[in-house]
């Protein structure tokens, strides 16, 4: 049951201001409902990962509160920004500004009401740090006359980081909700944390840059062939096999029965190449040159006389680490490497057996 207006000792104004909240609250679900998706679609159209989206309808209670605090400064309720309230928690300080510019795009600003706390902070002082837009929906977003007024009022969204919001959170519970007056030693304790998040959030954006720039770096050494220069990892095996440095080996290893060739991912084989001691993407491109002969070889062994008419695309990769294996350590390496690439069983001690013999064959050719 809805609490009687004149129970909130609110004077003439503000109950009236209250009043036409309560007439025009399904316009403020559904303004909630309408922003939330386009701001929610144009993040993963713009391949913006943040760490939440959320939002609210101020209730009852709390604007009565605001209107017992402040009531003669609005006119009306149009006058109040805040009713309908958006939070994007995004996890980098550089993507707050490239979410701002999403909101510019999706919705109207009102630039006079809006402030960027970040600015508001001097230099040698920490806090509340967070970009607040007050916006408006525009018509060609979204309007409908079931919802009279809901391109008219204003909403804001606030935009801020992980970090900045677990900070925003413990000095508002902690201080602003509290009602109580917070002793100094307090506030101080608080301002130092918001220091040592502040450092933390420049800290894992040059971490990430850093990463970034790594990886760029990488990419580009492969596409020119410096292989000796780039580590064996997940991000350079991957740029590796891009190159297709193996088709031509499965080209002739499928020309041997005519076969057709279904592609499949060589992923799976990172974790096999570290364990034969591989540390560079040069030491697998002088693993490919010394053992494609014999990987060729092997595989006349194993489908020659056959009607194997399909192979998969890590054949060749897979024999070439085979040869290899048997260079480093014969049926016991063998062995190992298909331990590693299928999981231990004793599958895989036959299937060495029979491999180790082929090979040994091959090379007392």
């Known amino acids: 049951m809805k609490k009687a207006l004149d129970n909130y000792g609110l004077d003439l104004h503000g109950t009236m201001i209250l009043e036409d909240y309560r007439d025009n609250l399904p316009t403020f679900n559904k303004m ?45 309720l149009t006058d109040i920004t805040d009713i309908v309230g958006v939070r994007i928690i995004s996890f980098y300080t550089e993507e707050v500004d490239k979410i701002a510019a999403l909101v510019d795009k999706l919705f109207k600003v009102d630039w006079q009401n809006s ?40 909403f804001e969204v606030q935009m801020r980081t992980a970090l900045q919001h677990v900070w925003a959170t413990m000095n508002h519970d902690t201080g602003y909700k509290s009602g109580v007056e917070v002793p100094p030693e ?11 998040l ?8 040059r971490i990430r840059k850093e990463i970034t720039d790594y990886r760029r770096k990488a990419e580009q050494l492969v596409k020119n062939g410096s292989f000796d220069e780039v580590s064996l990892n997940g ?43 591989l540390k560079t993407l040069g030491d697998v491109e002088a ?9 060729y070889q092997l595989a006349v062994h194993q489908i020659s006389g056959t009607d194997l008419d399909i192979i998969a695309s890590t054949l060749g990769l897979q024999n070439i680490c085979i040869v290899h294996a048997f260079d480093l350590g014969g049926k016991k390496g063998i062995e190992h490497f298909l331990d590693t690439l299928n999981g231990p069983s004793q599958y895989n001690a036959e299937t060495a057996e029979r491999l180790f013999t082929s090979l040994t064959n091959i090379h007392n050719m």
């Open 32 to 76: 909630k409902e309408v922003i939330l998706k386009a701001l929610t679609d144009c993040l993963k159209h713009s391949n913006i990962v943040v760490s939440g989206v959320e939002g609210r309808v101020k209730t009852e209670s709390s604007l009565a509160g605001k209107l017992e605090l402040k009531g003669q400064k609005y006119r009306d």
């Open 186 to 196: 307090h506030i101080r304790s608080l301002t130092r944390l918001a220091g040592i």
């Open 287 to 295: 693993m490919r040159k010394n053992c494609s002969v014999r990987a």
């Open 235 to 277: 991000d350079t095996w991957r740029n590796y096999l891009d190159l297709d440095p193996f088709g031509s080996l499965n080209a002739k290893i499928a020309a041997i029965n005519q076969a057709e060739i279904q592609q499949l991912s060589g992923m799976s084989y990172l974790e096999p190449l570290l364990q034969l001691e």
């Open 115 to 154: 402030v960027d706390k970040r600015k508001q902070l001097g230099k040698d002082t920490f806090g509340y740090m967070s970009l607040h837009y007050i916006c408006r929906i525009p018509d060609t977003l979204f309007a409908d006359p079931a919802y009279p007024g809901i391109n008219e009022y204003r």
């Open 198 to 205: 502040e450092l933390a959030d420049e800290e894992f954006s």
